[in-house]
């Protein structure tokens, strides 16, 4: 560049430019052209010279720079400055604006201090992100346990803990399916138990409660 050191030239972090009295990129490193001019033209063989972008000075605006009584070493601005481009991209950054024969000369770099904010931000919506996944991990785990006991539940007998008719059913579904797919015979056994009732009504149930009937007792 003429009006900056060419050291600036392929920088993207840092935006350098010189522009004429009616916003004519005169010239421009990449990270000017990038963030003014059109980000998926900066790698293309294209001259973005003479391309008007007094337009993209949104605060402040071009001409409010241009009408800025020139301070020490003819400074115009010094701050923040928010630009767009052609792409509806918009990024505020810290500049100083100097009037130049030609024009004005633009140098502008990213707010580092915002960029550890947004990092550090990011880094606790990780965190937190985190902590969520880990007690949700924690909730689904529960879930299931308390599933798998409920079915349990429903497949056992309470008193002894045995399968329940449910639970027959479903192995004996299963068992004629193994037996089906492998080609061999299926056998079921039953037993029975004579008297079996006198051991349910002694075992399998509890004794009844039985109250006073005189109150006043």
Known sequence: MKAFSTDLDALRSVAAALLDPSGVL????????????????????ADHMGVRVSAFFIHPSFSALLGCSPGEADLLHDGLITVGNREGNVQTLRARVWRHPEGVRVLA?????????????????????AVLHAETSRVNF??????????????????????????????????????HQAGTPLSVFMADIDFFKRVNDRYGTAPATTCSSDSRR
């Open 142 to 179: 529960r879930l299931r346990q308390r599933e798998a006991q409920v079915v349990a539940a429903s497949l056992t007998d309470p008193l002894t803990g045995a399968g329940n008719r449910r639970r027959l059913q479903e192995a004996l579904t299963q068992e004629v399916v193994q037996a």
């Open 109 to 129: 770099e990213y707010d580092i201090d915002e960029l550890e904010r947004m990092k550090r931000s990011v880094l606790d919506l990780s965190g937190d992100s």
């Open 26 to 45: 005169l010239e421009g490193n990449s990270g000017f052209v990038r963030l003014v001019v059109d980000s998926r033209l900066v790698d293309r063989d």
